[in-house]
Antibody, heavy 121, light 108 residues
Framework: QVQLQESGPGLAKPSETLSLTCTVSGGSVNSGSYYWSWVRQPPGKGLEWIAYIFYSGGANYNPSLKSRLTMSVDTSKNQFSLRVASVTAADTAVYYC?????????????WGQGTMVTVSS | SYVLTQPPSVSVAPRQTATVTCGGNNIGSKSVHWYQQKPGQAPVLVVYDDTDRPSGIPERFSGSNSGNTATLTISRVEAGDEADYYCQVWDSSSDHRVFGTGTKVTVL
């Protein structure tokens, strides 16, 4: 059974670049059946899709965040990553990595447990 | 950008039926997915492609989609169904994923 596990710094300072990694176990990121994605949730608020990437490296980003985002995939480590530049307090959220299943209408079918990121000086 | 609107809250008595709506422009032409999120936990997919259930999801969860409204129906509601529910679609015009505003289902 596929499992996803996020890792991140927990705390970031304003204007810094936030780096998050998702490690995939029980499956491979090198699959043409899935996209790999990030979703975030500010405290007490709803879900916001951030970005997704295909194993080949092609990525798509939420237009409201696009200028600050970079996603990458490392098939040798079975990981994918997200970098968010110039963070502010508005980026404080739980960040989830998730798998997008092309055979299930592009639904997010597997989620990580989430990692909380607080942006504060 | 494409907007999905959900009622903030729905209340239902045990063993009754809960209905959660998701409104969007011509949403009937899109594939709608539904997620359940309990406090402190990651979301869980409960319905995909408007009406299908992933393995392990009870038959009590069902979905429909037509016109400008998609609906998640929870039959014979149990205390364990109390959670936030989110609809989600793929906006093909932009190739972006969009979530609804979320609905808190409270079991009385």
């Amino acid at each position: 059974q596929v499992q996803l596990q996020e890792s991140g710094p927990g705390l970031a300072k304003p204007s810094e670049t936030l780096s998050l990694t998702c490690t995939v176990s029980g499956g491979s990121v090198n699959s043409g059946s899935y996209y790999w994605s990030w979703v975030r949730q500010p405290p007490g608020k709803g879900l916001e899709w951030i970005a997704y990437i295909f194993y080949s490296g092609g990525a798509n980003y939420n237009p409201s965040l696009k200028s600050r985002l970079t996603m990458s995939v490392d098939t040798s480590k079975n990981q994918f990553s997200l970098r968010v530049a110039s963070v502010t307090a508005a980026d404080t959220a739980v960040y989830y990595c998730a798998r997008v299943a092309l055979t299930m209408g592009d639904a997010f079918d597997v989620w990580g447990q989430g990692t909380m990121v607080t942006v504060s000086s | 950008s494409y907007v999905l609107t959900q009622p903030p809250s729905v209340s239902v008595a045990p063993r009754q039926t809960a209905t959660v709506t998701c409104g969007g422009n011509n949403i009937g032409s899109k594939s709608v997915h539904w997620y359940q999120q309990k406090p402190g936990q990651a979301p869980v997919l409960v319905v995909y492609d408007d009406t299908d259930r992933p393995s392990g999801i009870p038959e009590r969860f069902s979905g429909s989609n037509s016109g400008n409204t998609a609906t998640l129906t929870i039959s014979r509601v149990e205390a364990g169904d109390e959670a936030d529910y989110y609809c989600q679609v793929w906006d093909s015009s932009s190739d972006h994923r969009v979530f609804g505003t979320g609905t808190k289902v409270t079991v009385l």
